[in-house]
T-cell receptor, first 119, second 118 residues
């Protein structure tokens, strides 16, 4: 099956610094990647949809200037949390469709997640 | 708008007992439904999906789910629980792009934590 990786798996940073999280599709090309955020003991909330070569589409309430998304290639999307604060601490998960996912029945493949802790 | 409701945030069963995790959905168009499992500090793994074909869907690890349109339900079951089944389970519905939905992103329920007692 399709494999999605994330790096780093966990990161601790100081308040005010920026953190970049990478999401890679290892054995397929992903024209569309999704970024989710999961608070402890809660469900996943979609933050944004990342399309290769174009600007990301953000969900309502998500600050695009704070959560910068870049999808520069068919196998890599990055999420940068700028000027991170303790309230940004969360579990960030990406997912991807394969490049053949033109049908809505196709599966999203999820990365293992990145746990961000902002001190 | 579409939504998913998972009844019971925590379900506890004995090893070998039936597992039943409930999921009800709301959708104005025919839905595509998914069940995912999440182990601690890991991403999500697809268990099974309903995509408008057979209403009884079989997935990995012995799980299955039945789509019941009249009840707007997609409950997940497994005849005999194993200790390794202890995890968080998420039901999700997907925007149906055939009916003009956007992108087809997933909308998740709040999750049900399954505990298995020895």
């Amino acid at each position: 099956g399709a494999v999605v990786s994330q790096h780093p798996s966990w990161v601790i940073c100081k308040s005010g610094t920026s953190v970049k999280i990478e999401c890679r599709s290892l054995d397929f090309q992903a024209t569309t990647m999704f970024w989710y955020r999961q608070f402890p003991k809660q469900s996943l909330m979609l933050m944004a949809t990342s399309n290769e070569g174009s600007k990301a589409t953000y969900e309502q309430g998500v600050e695009k200037d704070k959560f910068l998304i870049n999808h520069a290639s068919l196998t890599l999307s990055t999420l940068t949390v700028t000027s991170a604060h303790p309230e940004d601490s969360s579990f960030y998960i990406c997912s991807a469709w394969t490049d053949t996912s033109s049908r809505p029945t196709d599966t999203q493949y999820f990365g293992p997640g990145t746990r961000l802790t902002v001190l | 708008a579409q939504s998913v409701t998972q009844l019971g945030s925590h379900v506890s069963v004995s090893e070998g007992a039936l597992v039943l995790l409930r999921c009800n959905y709301s959708s104005s168009v025919p839905p595509y439904l998914f069940w995912y499992v999440q182990y601690p500090n890991q991403g999500l793994q697809l268990l099974l999906k309903y995509t408008s074909a057979a209403t009884l869907v079989k997935g990995i690890n012995g799980f299955e789910a039945e789509f019941k349109k009249s009840e707007t339900s997609f409950h997940l079951t497994k005849p005999s629980a194993h200790m390794s089944d202890a995890a968080e389970y998420f039901c999700a519905v997907r925007n149906n792009m055939n009916y003009g939905g956007s992108q087809g992103n997933l909308i998740f329920g709040k999750g049900t934590k399954l505990s298995v007692k020895p």
